[in-house]
């Protein structure tokens, strides 16, 4: 028998996925308002329109620099490493590596059989690794989340060599984490994250030094699938399109969440409230002796994903099942990461109110079970 936790504790929507991530009702209202869209060409005018839509807002949001694009295609951020291995990399890449997904590119890369072993910078789960100035590669990597661990890093272009470029694994972080764009050459993510859509595209802030990089390397004989072209996906790009047909109702979900973070104030306030969100749950967190958060650092502590490490005699497993009983969903641990933790997506979708009755809701748990 599940326990009941008393309504008036519960908060008023219970997502806190890490990804897939709640989507706030306002854009179900915006795709229900456009269902007329839904079903139509991607080469016309009405879906070509949300492409430019989106384009334009995301290069507003995220405080693009002048000559700097948006890009898009299908395939999601995992396809977008695989975009970056075959057109970003030239010889030799440098990776940050400190949890699931950091690790994922690390290996893309180091597989390529047309490139030199990656160098990989490793640090403990919980922790940052930072990428280091180095003369033998011409590519550096990192995440600004890790979204497994929940341990966030600044945006930093290292110290040469000339022509390096960095690329940003922005998936959890892009649209809720400060950030200067002049830092990074690449700064990609899915929008199933602080953009609360689904799944299923990548998109690309890129540098004209990216772009340059792409075309070059492209043209230079490597094979490169024409999925996996990034100089194709900017040439379909300036157009408002995709390579082959995306999901539109993805782009309708995108394109509302990305007006609406304008719409609140932009970036600074998407940061506000998702810092608010940590602040919140990380000192709930210190003032329970059962509780501790995972990441040790302070200013390394995500503020879009916080992981929450319980005492042994607590079982998380048993609070994780409770609380999706009683509709509050989704706070298990990253699965490799096999730890007994709860982890909460605090996106700006979520109301902060709604991570204060979260914590009221695990006291609860940890009171009665
Ligand atoms: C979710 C996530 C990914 C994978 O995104 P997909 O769209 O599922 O491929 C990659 N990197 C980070 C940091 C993520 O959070």
């Known amino acids: 028998m599940p326990l009941t936790i008393p309504p008036h504790l519960l908060p008023a929507d219970g997502r806190f996925g890490s990804g897939p991530s709640k989507v706030r009702p306002g854009q179900v209202d915006h795709l229900v308002a456009n269902a007329h869209v839904l079903g139509t060409s991607h080469r016309r005018p009405p879906v070509k329109d949300l492409v430019r839509r989106i384009r334009a807002g995301v290069t507003e949001l995220l405080g693009a620099p002048d000559g700097y694009e948006v890009v898009l295609g299908n395939g999601g951020a995992t396809a977008f490493w695989d975009v970056a291995t075959l057109c970003l990399v030239e010889r030799r890449a440098q990776h940050a590596a400190f949890g699931e997904f950091g690790g994922k590119f690390a290996t893309a890369t180091s597989r390529?059989?047309?490139?030199?072993?990656?160098?990989?910078i490793t640090a403990e789960p919980g922790s940052v690794a930072h990428l280091e100035p180095a003369d033998d590669v011409d590519t550096y990597a990192t995440p600004h989340n890790e979204t497994s661990t929940g341990a966030m890093a600044p945006v930093r272009r290292p110290a040469g060599p000339d022509g390096a470029v960095v690329l940003t694994d922005a998936t959890s972080g892009a649209g809720a984490l400060p950030v200067d764009l002049s830092e990074t050459d690449a700064?990609?993510?899915a929008p199933q994250k602080a953009f609360a859509a689904d799944g299923g595209l990548w998109l690309a802030v890129l540098s004209p030094a990216a772009v340059e990089r792409a075309a070059r390397i492209e043209a230079s004989g490597r094979w490169v699938p024409e999925f996996l072209s990034l100089t194709t996906a900017v040439e379909n790009s300036r157009q408002d399109q995709t390579l082959n047909t995306p999901a539109v109702a993805t782009l309708l979900l995108l394109a509302d969440q990305v007006e609406w973070l304008l719409a609140q104030g932009g970036l600074a306030w998407s940061a506000k409230r998702s810092a608010a969100s940590a602040e919140i749950l990380y000192s709930w967190a210190e003032q329970r002796d059962w509780a501790t958060p995972f990441v040790a650092r302070p200013e390394e502590r995500s503020t879009v994903v916080g992981t929450i490490d319980l005492a042994d005699e607590i079982d998380a497993g048993r609070i994780?099942?409770?609380?999706?009983?009683?509709?509050?969903?989704?706070?298990?641990?990253?699965?490799?990461?096999?730890?007994n933790q709860l982890r909460v997506g605090m996106y700006p979708a979520v109301d902060p109110d709604d991570v204060?009755?979260?914590?009221?809701?695990?006291?609860y748990l940890v009171e009665t079970v």
């Open 112 to 120: 390529a059989p047309f490139l030199e072993p990656s160098q990989v």
């Open 187 to 189: 700064y990609y993510f």
């Open 320 to 339: 994780i099942t409770e609380l999706s009983a009683n509709g509050v969903q989704d706070v298990f641990a990253y699965r490799k990461l096999g730890r």
């Open 356 to 363: 204060a009755a979260l914590t009221a809701c695990v006291d």
